[in-house]
Nanobody, 119 residues
Framework: QVQLVESGGGLVQAGGSLRLSCAAS????????MGWYRQAPGKQRELVAR???????NYADFVKGRFTISRDNAKNTGALQMNSLKPEDTAVYYC?????????????WGQGTQVTVSS
């Protein structure tokens, strides 16, 4: 099993910045990919950014140039730096990993952290 703990959400004014962090623990052999998703009220969960183990990234169009994903493979941690935040970025943000544990490979989700951007 893999446990994910997120931190860094909060309330910020439009144009401001926040940094989300994700720490993975458990019987981890490797984290193959780490990503961030978000879900706003009444909407489906959507991909924000994702990074594979080799460092290749994938960003949603609506965050390109504003958000930056990073990870530390040795520490099994990751982060999402969010700049130039907009009210429409308000959502619960979830860390997701594709992890290999002893004997299996599966996706895991964090509990989510609220990001609220005021206008």
């Amino acid at each position: 099993q893999v446990q994910l703990v997120e931190s860094g959400g909060g309330l910020v004014q439009a144009g401001g910045s926040l940094r989300l962090s994700c720490a993975a623990s458990g019987n981890i052999v490797s984290i193959n990919a780490m990503g961030w998703y978000r879900q706003a009220p009444g909407k489906q969960r959507e991909l924000v950014a994702r990074m594979d183990r080799g460092g290749s990234t994938n960003y949603a169009d609506f965050v390109k140039g504003r958000f930056t994903i990073s990870r530390d493979n040795a520490k099994n941690t990751g982060a999402l730096q969010m700049n130039s935040l907009k009210p429409e970025d308000t959502a619960v943000y979830y860390c997701n990993v594709d992890a290999t544990t002893r004997g299996s490979r599966a996706p895991y989700w964090g509990q989510g952290t609220q990001v609220t951007v005021s206008s």
